[in-house]
């Protein structure tokens, strides 16, 4: 596999979460889970970035011997392999790929140092705490040229700002979505990040009543069902504004 050459990213100082920082941008994420995966979606399209994902090395392959990302997410924990076994061909190429995070859900101390000496640049830890985190994270890889392309486009018109909020709440719908199903299944971990997506959300509308409910979400049960009705709310008051 040939990758092109970027060059070695300098992380850049943690900023508040911003919609559209990084557009343009295309992210691979080699990843198995359906919920973990979701939550990144989410993220992604709140920064503007496209996503695509690779749920085992052999499908991590096939993306890359097709097209380069900007950046590559790779989980540790693989059902054909090691993703630190990706990390390092990536990395070890004629033309090696540098813009590569590493992500795992197990104690950091027990992977980060041998994800780092392996060739990723920077680490996600799951569940991922927050879409700052999230963004601050791939910003960090990025080369230069393209973290300052990104910023000249980040400033959105008014029409912007109005796509921007009916993109918050169709957000909003398809997270309500996710989260009523993950309560029905009593699937903690996709409760959990569809709360920090939500709560993400709140933080950048604002909503303090919406995030205070996403941010007191840890699971099933009571808070998870206000949380859900906290978000009915919401996107009712979104869809009366709309209809005038």
């Known amino acids: 596999m040939t990758l092109p050459l970027t ?40 920064s503007g970035a496209r996503l695509r994902r690779a749920d085992s090395l052999a499908s991590a392959s096939r993306h890359l011997a097709i097209y380069r990302p900007n950046a590559v997410i790779i989980d540790l924990g693989l ?5 630190l076994a990706l990390i390092r061909h ?5 033309t090696p790929l540098r813009s590569i995070i590493a992500m795992s ?9 041998a994800a780092r000496a392996a060739g990723a640049v920077a680490c996600l830890e799951k569940p991922i705490p927050s879409l700052r985190a999230f963004q601050d994270t791939v910003l960090s890889v990025l080369p230069d040229a393209a973290d300052r392309r990104i910023a ?8 912007g700002r109005a796509s921007m909020r009916a993109a918050f709440d169709a957000d909003l719908r398809r997270a309500q979505a996710l989260l009523t199903e993950a309560i029905e299944t009593a ?25 205070a409910a996403a941010r007191a979400t840890n699971g099933p049960g009571p808070r998870a069902h206000e949380l859900v009705a906290r978000l009915s709310d919401r996107i009712a008051r979104a869809t009366s504004a709309a209809l005038g």
Request: proline share 9%; hydrophobic share 40%; with cysteine.
């Open 7 to 46: 060059d070695t990213a300098t992380p850049r100082p943690a900023t508040g979460p911003r919609r559209h920082c990084l557009f343009g941008v295309t992210i691979l994420l080699v990843e198995d889970s359906r919920g973990v995966s979701e939550a990144v979606r989410l993220f992604a399209a709140e």
């Open 90 to 94: 990536l990395a070890a190429a004629a």
């Open 152 to 159: 000249e486009t980040a400033e959105l018109s008014l029409d």
């Open 79 to 83: 059902p054909d392999g090691d993703g």
């Open 187 to 211: 699937d903690r971990d996709m409760i959990i990040y569809c709360a920090q997506f939500i709560g993400s959300v709140g933080d950048m509308i604002p909503d303090p009543s919406l995030t």
């Open 105 to 113: 859900g197990h104690d950091p101390a027990s992977w980060q140092p």
